[in-house]
């Protein structure tokens, strides 16, 4: 039984303030769905603006995490993600979503513009995947509802390189530059280099607090403490950065790689540019709502990326420069037998709308 309630399915949203009901409800829904996205520690740094069928989305800096996170690029990412959520609910939807990406030079703030069309209200257009064949848009919204960061450990099927491959390439037509690390000495080192990021980032007082202000925050954003499971040391959970414990005996990297049959994939661009980053965090929505439809658990390992010695080491001696490195992706089957996993909270439609 999950708690706070699977939100967007089995409770109704909360009522919209009075005088925005009088108001078309379909770019409404369009925002709630886009605010299922995911979003580093749960934040939803995001705010909106819906004017008729115009939605306009703004990066809300007072939900930034200035310890983990300085420069905003996660923060910008968890952006890009809720704007491909609008995307693809809106083509669920039956509308045809055209984005301008941060628009407004003056106010760096407003990340995109998104015009919503539908000449023919009656006549809902299929969504297309990027190949061009049809998707169904029921898949697409059911994927918004189920996608979950499920931090439980993988089961031991490996995934395929192929896998793997296609979900690069959905990154990719979404804007994001990405590459799956297959190559087994890359990847031991890159276990290494995200292993080295976790422990480097468990020494630092103030990231620590500012982490643990995110656990159980509020019933509307924040972790709660159920989507973080124990760390523990047989095959059900593997470190994540929400548990700092570690078996002393075994290195974890070492540890890791010999129980790990996931893939690991990662996510970047051609810089370190709030477009780049927007457009990763696009490209991250659309790589995890498809692994969801195809059955496959994404969990994102950010802290590689936040801690500026790993991300360079990542770039320079895994990626040979090949792309700016946005966040890595571990990428894994759960069991299908396995208990559900409770959805994360969201703050009420009417705390993240702007007049
Ligand atoms: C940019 C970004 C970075 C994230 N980094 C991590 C991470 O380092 N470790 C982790 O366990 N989860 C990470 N997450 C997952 C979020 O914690 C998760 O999306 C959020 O708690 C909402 O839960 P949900 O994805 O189940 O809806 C990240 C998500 C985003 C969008």
């Not at 499971?229 to 078996?247: K, M």
């Amino acid at each position: 039984m999950c708690p706070l309630a699977d939100t967007a399915r089995a409770t109704p949203p909360r009522p919209v303030p009075d005088p925005l009901r009088t108001r078309a409800s379909a770019p409404y829904e369009v925002v709630a769905l886009a605010c299922r996205a995911p979003s580093v520690h749960n934040t939803q740094p995001w705010r909106w603006r819906v004017e008729g069928t115009t939605l306009e989305l703004y990066a809300d800096r007072s939900r930034a995490l200035p310890a983990a996170d300085p420069h905003g690029r996660n923060l910008v990412l968890s952006c890009g993600a809720a704007l491909h959520h609008a995307q693809a609910a809106a083509s669920a939807l039956g509308w045809e979503p055209v984005v301008r990406r941060l628009p407004d030079p003056a106010d760096p703030d407003l990340l995109a513009r998104i015009h919503l069309s539908r000449p023919d209200p009656g006549a809902p257009q299929p969504a297309t995947e990027p190949g061009g064949s049809h998707l169904d848009p029921a898949a697409v919204l059911r994927a918004i509802h189920e996608r979950r960061t499920d931090r439980r450990r993988f089961t031991s099927w490996p995934v395929p390189a192929e896998r793997l491959a296609r979900l690069a390439t959905e990154a990719v037509a979404y804007g994001g530059l990405s590459e799956p690390i297959v190559d087994v000495t890359a990847r031991f080192r890159l276990e290494l280099l995200i292993s080295r990021a976790m422990s480097a980032q468990e020494g630092d007082q103030r990231l620590l607090a500012e982490q643990r202000t995110w656990i159980d925050h509020s019933r509307d954003d924040g972790i709660p403490s159920s989507s973080v499971p124990e760390v523990g040391f047989g095959p059900t959970t593997r470190r994540n950065r929400f548990t700092q414990a570690a078996r002393p005996d075994v290195p974890g990297p070492a540890r890791d790689l010999v129980e790990s049959s996931d893939g690991v994939l990662v996510i970047g661009g051609p810089d370190d540019t709030m477009e780049s980053w927007l457009r990763s965090g696009e490209a991250l929505s659309a790589l995890w709502l498809l692994a969801t439809r195809t059955g496959l658990s994404v969990v994102p390992l950010s802290q590689v990326v936040e801690t500026d010695e790993t991300r360079h080491a990542l770039q320079h001696d895994i990626l040979g420069d090949r792309l700016v490195p946005h966040v890595v992706l571990r990428i894994g089957w759960q069991e299908i037998s396995r208990s559900t996993h409770c959805a994360t909270p969201r703050r009420p439609l009417d705390d993240v709308l702007l007049p």
